[in-house]
Nanobody
Framework: QVNVVESGGGLVQPGGSVRLSCAAS????????MGWYRQAPGKERELVAT???????NYLDSVKGRFTIYRDNAKKMVYLQMNSLKPEDTAVYYC??????????WGQGTLVTVSS
């Protein structure tokens, strides 16, 4: 069974920062794409940031310059550093990994609430 598990999140004030982490439960090599998605109440899930095994990064326009995605291939982890948070960033954030062998796996989600 291959799983991905997020950590981080919680309540943060506007303008604050938080880092999300996501780990794969397997030491198997070959994770093609790692990424973060989010779903706000009443809205569809949207891509926030992705990073490929080759290091190509893609961001949602509204988070460019504020969020940074990076990965640690040795630890099979991906991170999302979120700075200058806004109330509209409030959402459940999901980690997604695409394994060469097993296909895609989603985490259970972690809630980030930006509020004063």
């Amino acid at each position: 069974q291959v799983n991905v598990v997020e950590s981080g999140g919680g309540l943060v004030q506007p303008g604050g920062s938080v880092r999300l982490s996501c780990a794969a439960s397997t030491a198997i090599l070959g994770i093609n794409v790692m990424g973060w998605y989010r779903q706000a109440p009443g809205k569809e899930r949207e891509l926030v940031a992705t990073i490929t095994s080759g290091g190509t990064i893609n961001y949602l326009d509204s988070v460019k310059g504020r969020f940074t995605i990076y990965r640690d291939n040795a630890k099979k982890m991906v991170y999302l550093q979120m700075n200058s948070l806004k109330p509209e960033d409030t959402a459940v954030y999901y980690c997604r990994m695409v394994f060469t062998t097993y296909g895609e796996r989603w985490g259970q989600g972690t809630l980030v609430t930006v509020s004063s």
